[in-house]
């Protein structure tokens, strides 16, 4: 009826909630943590919605990426992931492409990321 202790070797990477936190030399590094079983099915350009849903979802998630990845490599991974789901779900390259690139120089600390965008 009381607490039991559950102990375990200890781990240089954890996941907790949308974050994956690691220590590789010494230092905190972070990235965005996607569950295996995401299916990541963001609305279809065919859908009922808005059209500005679609430049609220690319600003978001470009804007969490920056936030979320503490290195330059990762961010580029997550934004180019992102842009491909997209494109898989039937959004067009002239439709996305401009999002992105307003999406990532408005970014308070704008990095190289244009580049993950083809």
């Known amino acids: 009826s009381g607490l039991t202790w559950e102990f375990r ?17 010494g230092r905190a590094q ?7 079983m995401n299916l990541y099915l963001y609305m279809p350009p065919s859908t009922c919605h808005p ?7 690319v600003f978001g998630q470009v804007k969490r990426i920056n936030d979320l990845c503490s290195l330059e490599s990762d961010k ?9 789901r997209l494109r ?25 990321l244009a580049s993950s965008v083809p």
């Open 88 to 112: 898989f779900r039937g959004w067009q390259e002239s439709t996305l492409r401009p999002l992105f690139e307003k999406a990532i120089s408005s970014l308070s600390k704008p990095s190289n």
């Open 9 to 25: 070797d200890l781990k240089t990477e954890v996941d907790f909630m949308d974050l994956t936190l690691r220590l590789a030399n």
């Open 51 to 57: 059209p500005g849903l679609i430049n609220g979802l």
């Open 30 to 36: 972070t990235t965005m943590y996607e569950k295996p």
């Open 76 to 84: 580029h991974e997550k934004v180019r992931l992102f842009y491909d």
